[in-house]
């Protein structure tokens, strides 16, 4: 079993910064993809970004590319997201995940976070 706790998550006021950490406990997810994802209310989840194992390769959605950053330290086995130049619009519950055989956008994801709530103030 695998749990991953989210944090960082907190109201901050557009244009803003947060960095958002993902810990892992019981077995290791140093060896697989892990990705984020958010949902707003009222709107279906949807990718943020994504990390393979060694973090040589990473995927950002368009809305995200050049704002955020995916990384992670495998000696902690923790995942980040660097938040910057944030937007009302980034309001969201923000969760995540480790990959299976396939990861990025459409990959397929086994264990989930509970979420931390970003919340972008105008």
């Known amino acids: 079993q695998v749990q991953l706790v989210e944090s960082g998550g907190g109201l901050v006021q557009a244009g803003g910064s947060l960095r958002l950490s993902c810990a892992a406990s019981g077995r290791t997810v140093s060896r697989y993809a892990m990705g984020w994802f958010r949902q707003a209310p009222g709107k279906e989840r949807e990718p943020v970004a994504a990390?393979?194992?060694?973090?040589?390769?990473?995927y950002y959605a368009d809305s995200m590319e050049g704002r955020f950053t995916i990384s992670r330290d495998n000696a902690k086995n923790t995942l980040y997201l660097q938040m910057n130049s944030l937007k009302p619009e980034d309001t969201a519950l923000y969760y995540c995940?480790?990959?299976?055989?396939?990861?990025?956008?459409?990959?397929?994801?086994?264990?989930w976070g509970q979420g931390t709530q970003v919340t972008v103030s105008s």
């Open positions: 990390i393979s194992w060694s973090g040589g390769s990473t």
């Open positions: 995940a480790r990959a299976t055989t396939s990861w990025g956008p459409s990959g397929e994801y086994d264990y």
